[in-house]
């Protein structure tokens, strides 16, 4: 097992507007992508990181919610995840993006969602989330169907991101710091 830290897609970017296909089988090569992108969230660090983020349109992504200092690392691997219910209840988070770096904005979404997927040993879960990890899920989610949190802006506030982030790109190229 030699875990690698891959580099991670900026927005923007096509592969980022894609929607990602269904995992069909669990294979080592499935397991090796999974550690890959578990290593690569914690080096960034941020709390979810979803397949396509690292050029990889398959339906999976990693999240560890756990960011407190003395709490234990709550790891979770989802694959081919559903939700198939949410609250009406809304709450407001200030979501951020490891493919938007630096960018923040407020989001509201469903409180509660019932989630299905799969784990890295082939076995169905269905559980209820809620707070933080309801967020970080639904946000990962939308990474697999080409949806970014900016996606919930308006507009001008998401075009000046666009523009900010297309800047940040430009002159990471250059190597300007
Ligand atoms: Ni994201």
């Known amino acids: 097992m030699s875990m690698m830290i891959r580099p991670i897609v900026l927005h923007p970017d096509a592969r980022l507007k894609k929607k990602s296909v269904e995992v069909e089988r669990i294979t080592d090569a499935v397991i090796e992508l999974t550690e890959d992108m578990m290593a690569t969230m914690y080096d960034a660090p941020g709390i979810g990181l979803a397949a396509p983020q690292i050029g990889v349109l398959e339906r999976i992504f990693v999240m560890d919610c756990a960011k407190?200092?003395?709490?234990?690392?709550?790891?979770?691997?989802?694959?081919?995840?559903?939700i198939t219910a949410c609250s009406e209840e809304k709450s407001i988070y200030e979501e951020g993006c490891l493919s938007i770096p630096e960018h923040f904005a407020e989001i509201t979404r469903p409180e509660l969602v019932q989630v299905?997927?799969?784990?890295?040993?082939?076995?169905?879960?269905?559980?209820?989330?809620?707070?933080?990890?309801s967020t970080c899920i639904q946000h990962e989610i939308d990474h697999l169907n080409g949806k970014l949190f900016i996606d919930y802006l308006g507009p001008m506030k998401r075009q000046l991101i666009t523009r900010k982030m297309k800047k940040f790109k430009r002159e990471k190229l250059r190597g300007v710091e």
Do not use: A, R, T
């Open 68 to 82: 407190k200092e003395n709490e234990e690392p709550d790891p979770i691997v989802m694959i081919n995840p559903l």
């Open 116 to 133: 299905e997927w799969v784990d890295l040993k082939g076995k169905q879960h269905s559980e209820e989330f809620s707070g933080l990890k």
